[in-house]
């Protein structure tokens, strides 16, 4: 992704970030973003189906993190990485339908 990619929704921006992230082998249940205040940037909260080794996070939260900077102009990406058993995911999303 380059800095002249421009997104029309915090939505497709997640969309992309959760697109991302099943590229590198991760099993996403969701991602949102939320803007905060408090340290003046983007909260991006990830939420996984599979549990995930740190290292393998932290690489994936840097690569992600610098081309949201580009297209957001955030100089603060934080990440909130979850995760939730895929039964327990699966009882959640039933439950709601």
Known sequence: MTASVYFESPDAVASHVASR???????VIGVELRPTVRHNGLLVNVTLGKSIGLGTTYIAE???????RKVTH???ILFFWRYVPRPVAQMRISSVH
């Open 74 to 76: 955030q100089e603060n």
């Open 21 to 27: 992230l099943k590229r590198l082998a991760f099993v």
């Open 62 to 68: 840097q690569f992600i993190a610098g081309e949201l």
